[in-house]
Nanobody
Framework: QVQLVESGGGLVQAGGSLRLSCAAS????????MGWFRQAPGKERAFVAA??????YYADFVKGRFTISRDNAKNTVYLQMNSLKPEDTAVYYC???????????WGQGTQVTVSS
């Protein structure tokens, strides 16, 4: 059974940093695309960043501030978030997709709150 568990969320002031982690279990996922999404209060889930074997993708609103990385030996994906803004406040989810496929596996989310 595939499980994704996020950690690293918390409360931070604007301009601060957090690093989110997502540990996957139940398989080996080096061939998979791993992504981060977020859902802010009253808004729909939004794509944040993704990483596969060859490419990294970022939403425009995080470019230059967030960095996605992965450690395949640990089946873990990270999201380093710098220069955080109040509008980054959301529940952040990691997700897993096979190459060319859809995100079928999701973590439970970790809360990120950025205060003014």
């Amino acid at each position: 059974q595939v499980q994704l568990v996020e950690s690293g969320g918390g409360l931070v002031q604007a301009g601060g940093s957090l690093r989110l982690s997502c540990a996957a279990s139940g398989g080996t996922f080096s061939r998979y695309r791993m992504g981060w999404f977020r859902q802010a209060p009253g808004k729909e889930r939004a794509f944040v960043a993704a990483i596969n074997s060859n490419n990294i993708y970022y939403a425009d609103f995080v470019k230059g501030r967030f960095t996605i990385s992965r450690d395949n030996a640990k089946n873990t994906v990270y999201l380093q978030m710098n220069s955080l803004k109040p509008e980054d406040t959301a529940v952040y989810y990691c997700a897993l997709a096979p190459s060319g496929g859809q995100y079928d596996y999701w973590g439970q989310g970790t809360q990120v709150t950025v205060s003014s």
